[in-house]
């Protein structure tokens, strides 16, 4: 049953951004070189973070599918991944927002962590056409499972290369990140990525109780002998 | 706190608020879009479950009109 | 011999018999590659390059001219139903991965064999730097032979087959190409061949190698079920 204790974890997931949002505008600190632009990391870092780990646990789910070979392993990872591509978009958003704001351009290629970001985002946006060109639902499942794989293998060596190709005079911008940051901005951050961390689970969640209720409807419907409305996804894989 | 915000540098603070502003909508309006595209779907089932339902109780009734055996 | 170097043998010996009698892919490679130079030549209006430019026209072209090849790798399996053949075989069926993976390098090192030259005659003011550069086009074309091959491989049973090898692996090359570019621009400034980090990216080309013929060799049985 996927909707169980879908319920408390909503509201933790309100409260934790709740907290983190009065945090931010009423705790942390202006910050010496940005001023109040720099209030967008505290949204913008946990939002990158968070989808980076979700593709990682994407690609575990893969492998858990590869090895059992039960479907539903590979709905999670499918949901993990959509959910990381999604929340990718919002890190894409916010960062060309702070790049405009900090450089008065809406892309920057300077900032590694942003560019890296971007092409990581570009490999997971082919999972759907990959996804969606190959038509037998149980090779579908598989081949997915390879590419989550192989992706999630991939991304650290993409930010290892694009880190390394930045020229060394170029200081990190948003080297405040790890060292250096005062207490109080590093638990305003430290909140903001929590709490964003469990929008994600709520939301993955969220997306698979549906799935998993669509898949009983489906179930019923079978039982029922009723005819089928036609059409469902060919690309997102059934939960039951 | 206005005396810590107007000691900002950088941007002046109307404009440095916009795109703060600008950020955290850009998120709200992904969240509400997802929302949104989940109560659709969440419409879908319930209509789906209805019929479902009203066909349920048909085979349910059939029977008794009959009688018994098939 | 065991049964998996025989089938290993076997395999990426039909290939290159196959590929040298029928000649297909290794001359469009060729002849592409050799045509996208010259619309460099006119598209940046320059007759000659150096550093930056020239490792770059130089590694897009070739990237380019790989995803002819690698496009084309498995049709032959998929049309006269290799793959059913391997899967019944009782051998290691990462044979098939190893193999196919062998034959791609082969043809990208024979490929390379033929534009790397006329690159330098077209632009390069002296084949100094080939020397060093052939040691980042090996390590490249390793990398570029074990993600083709993967891709490719699941590629051949879609709908778009064309469109998906390429689409999912160039994302998935970049950081090989940000490698073998950062390591062949220094070579290629005028003025003779420089070194600049040219071990750490070569590091950088063999991890990405290491990494990638791992996973696709761990991986490759799941792939051939069915």
Do not use: C
Request: glycine share 8%; no cysteine.
């Amino acid at each position: 049953m996927y909707g169980k204790g879908l319920r408390a974890l909503s509201i933790a997931t309100v409260v934790a951004l709740a907290t983190s949002l009065t945090l931010v505008f009423f705790y942390a600190p202006l910050d010496a070189d940005q001023g109040f632009v720099q209030k967008i990391f505290y949204l913008h870092v946990p939002l990158s973070i968070v989808a980076l780990v979700g593709f990682m646990v994407g690609a575990v789910f893969a492998i858990l599918h590869l090895r059992s070979g039960e479907r539903r392993w590979d709905a999670w990872s499918y949901v993990s991944i959509h959910m990381s591509v999604i929340f990718g978009v919002a890190v894409l958003i916010t960062g060309a927002i702070w790049a405009k704001a900090s450089w008065g351009h809406w892309w920057v290629w300077d900032e590694p962590t942003l560019v890296s970001f971007l092409i990581v985002f570009l490999m997971y946006a082919t999972y759907y056409p990959f996804r969606y060109a190959i038509e037998d639902p149980e090779r579908q499942g598989r081949y997915a499972s390879v590419f989550a794989i192989v992706a999630g293998a991939f991304v650290p060596l993409n930010f290892m290369a694009v880190r390394m190709a930045q020229s060394l005079v170029h200081p990190r911008v948003f080297g405040t990140a790890n060292g250096g940051l005062p207490g109080s901005m590093m638990l305003t951050f430290l909140v903001s990525l929590g709490a964003i961390g469990l929008l994600w689970i709520t939301l993955v969640k969220l997306e698979l109780t549906a799935k998993s209720a669509s898949g009983q409807l489906k179930r019923l419907r079978r039982a029922l002998d009723a005819p089928a409305p036609g059409g469902g996804s060919r690309i997102a894989p059934e939960v039951s | 706190m206005h005396a810590l915000l107007a000691g900002a540098p950088a941007l002046p603070l109307g404009e440095a608020g916009k795109y703060v502003a600008g950020a955290y909508l850009v998120f709200m309006v992904l969240l509400v879009i997802y929302v949104a595209i989940m109560a659709a779907k969440l419409q879908r089932m319930e209509r789906d479950l209805k019929d479902l339902a009203a066909i349920a109780e048909e085979r349910k009734a059939e029977p008794e009109r009959e009688g018994v055996g098939t | 011999m065991t049964p998996s170097r025989t089938a290993f043998a076997a395999i990426l010996a039909k290939d290159l018999r196959g590929e040298l009698r029928s000649l297909q892919s290794l001359p469009a490679m060729a002849l592409f590659a050799v045509t996208a130079f010259v619309i460099f030549r006119f598209g940046l209006d320059r007759t000659s390059l150096s550093g930056s430019l020239a490792s770059g026209v130089l590694w897009a072209t070739l990237l380019f001219a790989a995803l002819l090849g690698v496009n084309r790798l498995f049709v032959a399996e998929r049309e006269e139903g290799g793959f059913d053949a391997i899967r019944l075989a009782p051998i290691d069926r990462s044979a098939l991965f190893a193999a196919k993976a062998t034959a791609l390098l082969v043809y990208l090192l024979v490929l390379e064999l033929v534009v790397v030259p006329v690159f330098a005659i077209f632009f390069l003011d002296s084949a100094a730097a080939l020397p060093p550069l052939v040691l980042v086009l090996v390590l490249a074309d390793l990398g570029l032979a074990a993600t083709g091959t993967l891709i490719s491989s699941m590629a051949v049973h879609s709908r778009a087959r064309d469109l998906l090898g390429p689409l999912v692996l160039l994302p998935l090359v970049v950081p090989l190409m940000i490698a073998a570019t950062s390591a062949s621009e220094p070579l290629l400034v005028l003025g003779g061949p420089g070194y600049h980090r040219f071990g750490t990216w070569l590091a950088v080309l063999g991890l990405y190698d290491l990494v990638f013929l791992l996973v696709g060799y761990a991986v490759f049985d799941f792939l051939l079920e069915d």
